[in-house]
Every structure is written in structure tokens, then in C-alpha cells.
């Protein structure tokens, strides 16, 4: 399954909203952190329910999505559906 089309793209946001991490359908990703809009921005790749991130700054980093639900981090995000910021 191509990126562009992966259930998993989209708007994922801890529950408290501070951090917004948004998966592109481009294959790039746009992370808000507070008040600091794209905080931390690069490429990442969907393997089944594991993803993998390279942040521009040569930063790595990966995540599982569990029953709809992306750990990262120590973070849980859950799906923003109306995929606004």
C-alpha cells in the first residue's frame, strides 16, 4: 500500500493536544509541539502497524500503532479526524 493512501495518514495528537504529529500524504511528517508549529519535520515509512521516522536534523526514531492508537516516544497519540491543528 502506497503512503498516499495509508489509513494510518493524518492528524495524531497526545491527549492534553500539546504535541500534533501529522503524517503527510507525501511520505513527510510535521510535528507541533505547544506553541512551536513544526517543531520537528522529516521522512517516515509504514511497515504493517510499525512506523519509522528520520527527522531532518538526523534524528531516528519508530512507533506501533495498537488499536488505533500511535505509541511514540513514551507518547500516545490518538487520531484527530478533523485533521486540523
Do not use: C, K, N
Not at 500500500?1 to 510535521?30: F, I
Not at 506553541?35 to 531532518?56: L, N, P, T, V
Not at 536534523?57 to 488505533?68: R, Y
Amino acid at each position: 500500500m502506497s503512503v498516499e493512501s495509508h489509513p494510518y495518514v493524518g492528524m495524531w495528537v497526545t491527549a492534553d493536544g500539546y504535541v500534533r504529529h501529522e503524517l503527510l500524504p507525501d511520505g513527510r511528517y510535521d510535528e507541533a509541539r505547544g506553541d512551536r508549529e513544526s517543531a520537528y519535520r522529516g521522512r517516515y515509512e509504514i511497515s504493517g502497524d510499525r512506523i519509522q521516522y528520520w527527522d531532518d536534523t538526523g534524528f531516528t526514531a519508530d512507533g506501533v500503532f495498537v488499536d488505533g492508537v500511535l505509541h511514540h516516544a513514551g507518547m500516545i497519540l490518538h487520531r484527530r479526524e478533523d485533521g486540523g491543528r
